[in-house]
């Protein structure tokens, strides 16, 4: 690899004040606010740091959001690659592309019914503890012969004793649920039966279960809790190797790797390849040794079905992160769910690059909209985080959607006393680019007879930080 040069210095042109213009996504006339520059050179460090402080491109142009006065706030989201798990919707995703790519298999009713990008639902963790706890009851239900026969005639006993009290009261399912792994005795907890299907049942809820059959599994999990260890025991103690004891399934989910690049037939309906080229951006390339091999820079991922290109994703390859830009495919293939798709096949080539560079380890999705909710959807790659608009600290997204709920503007930051530690704190370190040379503010302004112009550089000092505004070169006329 020829050897590394670091790159020319940022070189940046700030508008001042604010610009006004219809929201995109409200479609208030002058709702939307935003601080603005142009940035003719830009290193992937710089730009790091801008957007860690509310800052994003379009292509040259980097924006801020006015967060306590733009109609729909737009805060920073980066999600955590390495503890990623995908959600029901996001596997199904992935799977409805296998199997278009294996076997032509179109999802059946209109593409729209399922939009680009999925729901907010399956973001939620709650289910997936009760998930396992299912799993759990049922993988370990081998117990040894003796007691199945007890557990049998016991349950025998108790339904003659049950058809001599008459009884039809069920057992909710959910008493055993919430007794696994309690270490709690199970009591019965009984519910009114309701009316049989034709009779007003409601046929949207699961069909009840005999008392019989919730009995039998309730004895099973508490005899399993009881026994288990003493099986294992008297396994050994007989000389039989633990490989004879009946083992449990695992209940690992598939990884995103292992859904997005699992093999397809040899004579599969359809071939999915994908390409990469650097591409035309403010965004210097950098080839550093301790860097990802593609180098960091802007890049052009490509998404090529049977010869023809469906999609194209624009992402950032920065120091610390993967910044998703932009994606735009062919509507046609709309019922392939390309947003999803995409989003979920960066996050593991971020997975990817840090394997390499340790220090690259998030994805940015750009901003999280709450205030719009088909913008929302970005919430459910998790874990992620929220960046603070006032001290730029990123805040677990569970924690700030209570509050975002209440407020469309929000400081994340709790601590009332915390300021933005990276906030300009030495003007005179500032640099500029003034008749074609670099120098530091403090010896621009002993030039300078313009009383505004030291108003409108402190601004922009603010809004890009100490570290930026002594790093890059503000270009004044």
Known sequence: MASWSAPSPSLVEYFEGQTSFQCGYCKSNFGSRSHGMWAHSMTVQDYQDLIDRGWRRSGKYVYKPVMNQTCCPQYTIRCHPLQFQPSKSHKKVLKKMLKFLAKGEISKGNCEDEPMDSTMEDAVDGDFALMNKLDIKCDLKTLSSDLKVSIESEEKEKEKSLKKEGSKDLIHPQAIEEKLGSGEPSHSIKVHVGPKPGKGADLSKPPCRKAKEMRKERKRLKL??????????????????????PKAKSNQPKSLEDLIFESLPED?????????????????????ANGPECGYGSFHQQYWLDGKIIAVGVIDILPYCVSSVYLYYDPDYSFLSLGVYSALREIAFTRQLHEKTSQLSYYYMGFYIHSCPKMRYKGQYRPSDLLCPETYVWVPIEQCLPSLDNSKYCRFNQDPQAEDEGRSKELDRLRVFHRRSAMP???????????????????????VGQKCSETMLLFRH
């Open 224 to 245: 399993m809790q009881q026994s288990s260890a003493g099986a294992f025991e008297g396994f050994q103690a007989q000389g039989q190797p633990v490989s004879l004891l």
């Open 268 to 288: 599969a309906s359809h071939k999915l390849e994908f390409t990469r080229f650097l591409c035309n951006s403010p965004l210097e390339a950098e080839h550093p």
């Open 441 to 463: 503010y403090g010896v621009y302004k002993n030039h300078q007879e313009d009383p505004s112009e030291e108003a409108v550089v402190l601004e922009y000092a603010n809004l």
